[in-house]
């Protein structure tokens, strides 16, 4: 019998064994087909397993009201629209979505949730990370930043200013230390699988609204940041300006491709829009437009699409998106 090629488990490939019982069952009484189906359907799950394996998971956290601190209270945002507008596109394209706001956003939670994200994913998963709240410029204590300055993602606990024995920063995320969850989650899901983030934060703006004495009429009167760096050594923050755009991160071998947006440049501010009467970060308001129309690919494509968007928006002149990738 000469081998042929048969569409079995729903992919193409030659398998003589498949073949040998398709012509069985031409010959055979009713009885063997029935064996003979039920055979090929455990032959064709089996195949289809890796497939049927793959998990898509989101963590997305969103921040809108801090607690007060006083004259260093963290200016108000929206944050939490962000999460209630990206969750449910998430949800429709499949992805199973952890959702962590307002107050419940403390840094162990957001810690351990990323942990958990990790030591859950296997191999093929993907993975989609997205964090709307306050950032921040931190001082770089171990020499690795060129500026001297690291970045922070601002949990609910986190406060603005350091106070030696009352808060010496243990609640900030810093971008080293959202580094090392980001290849852990690349190393858990491998070459097969995808990571995407999405940061709508800003680490150089006003640290709340109107400080930039701006209309709080405005759309633009919400700004995410603050031009004060957290620096245990009273070290002022002086942003450095470089206007580059997008930056490439190494790849390892076993690990997953990835992706990560930012709303702006380190030096600029990102100005929250008002659409349809309510505020958002742009970044997340025109990745959810995107994923409304398409699924998060792993390729560049769903990216320079986001891009494009923030790009045409006239109320975004003062800010430009900044996108780091393994991808080429």
Known sequence: ??????????????????????YLMNIYDNQFRIFAILLLMAVSLFTMSPLLAQTKRALVVGISVYPSSGENTWGAIHGSNDAELITPILKRQGYDVTKICEKTATAN?????????????KKGDIVYLHFSCHGQAFEDMDGDEEDGWDESIIPYDAQMVYAKGKYEGANHITDDELHSFFLQLRKAVGVKGFVSVVIDACHSGGASRGEDGMDEEKDDSFVRGTKRGFSPRGKIFRPRINAKGNFHIPQAAGMAHMVILEACRSYQSNYEIKQSGKYYGPLSYYVCQVMAKKAISANMDWVLEVKNKMDSDKKLTRQNMVYETTLK
């Open 1 to 22: 019998m000469k081998k042929k090629e048969v569409e079995c488990g729903g992919m193409r490939k030659k398998h003589y064994f498949c073949f040998q019982i398709i």
């Open 109 to 121: 939670k957001i810690r351990r949730e990323l942990q958990s994200l990790a030591a859950s994913c």
